[in-house]
């Protein structure tokens, strides 16, 4: 079966791509390189013997995506990762967000609902609930105002799927991530930012390798047992298979409604300074760190509740932060080297 995954050189598309490749699936990968590297197919063809088809699109060029579908007209289904995603860059430049989020995806499912199949899996954010108020956070939770442009740019996402669901054959899964890291256990692929990172995670990694001078903690004063804000981390190689469970349920038509939602994480909340404490025992080297002010639209904390994912979908998460963790300074000291 052919699956098209737009975003597919990105950090989480790239991984989705080898492990939809790893049980059998054909993929078609989708991606305008503006923050990924051609790079990259060349990691997934080492990791699994087999370089995905690459069409370089722009998904806000409206002919460029009826091409496209045109083409690749046999397609079993969409994974639809590609979007801006820095919080901090949305608040400057919001048309930029609602023109990459929101005009793509629309223009995808124009023509993806033209299809037999449409189905379709959709990278949604745990930000959507905004600062939940119980702790975990389950799919029932209330979706929150929007902290910022791209967290708004998930939440309408959600509702045209939910709206385009309702008058064509689509059936589509939602699943909202919390904090996706690491990287795959080759080293082949990894998370590759642009300039200075916006996550936690290749912030540390990248202060350890020398490339940044010292981490920011943003605020210790929050309600948590250290100070620092809390958040579930989850390792992006669990996540990717999540996508490939998400879409055999589409394809075997196991959804019980046409549209299902699903967070997706750990079920457990790391503080800034546990994950600090982890890097440095996983590998070996003190970071430089200093606490600074809490940064604007910053929420406590934020974890799930994964029963759903686990009983419902037939997923759970298996590795740990500190595997996670490992697997991004290995993947740091390989493209440093």
Known sequence: MKIAVTGGLGFIGSHTVVELQNVGFDVVAIDNLSNSSIEVLDGIERITGKKPVFENIDLRDKAAVQDFFKKHHDLAGVIHF???????????????YYENNINALVYVLQELTQLP?????????????????????T??????????????????????????????????????????????????????????????????TQTAIGLREKLSVFGDDYPTADGTAVRDYIHVVDLAK??????????????????????????KGSSVLEVIKAFEKVSGKALNYQIVGRREGDITEAYANTDRANNVLGWKAELGLEEALASAWKWEQKIRS
Do not use: W
């Open 82 to 96: 590609a979007a801006s995603k820095a919080v901090g860059e949305s608040v400057e430049n919001p048309l930029l």
């Open 139 to 204: 799919e029932n939770a209330s979706v929150q105002p929007a902290m910022s442009p791209y967290g708004n740019t998930k939440q309408i996402g959600e509702e045209i799927i939910q709206d385009t669901a309702k008058v064509t054959p689509l059936n589509a899964i939602l699943l909202r991530y919390f904090n996706p890291v690491g990287a795959h256990e080759s080293a082949e692929i990894g998370e590759l930012p642009l300039g200075v990172p916006q996550n936690l995670v290749p912030f540390i």
């Open 242 to 267: 999540a996508h490939v469970v998400a879409l055999q349920r589409l394809i075997h038509q196991k959804n019980e409604t046409k549209v299902e939602t699903f967070n997706l994480g750990t079920g």
């Open 117 to 137: 199949q449409a189905n379709f899996i959709f990278s949604s954010s745990c930000t959507v609930y905004g600062q939940a108020e119980q702790m975990p956070i």
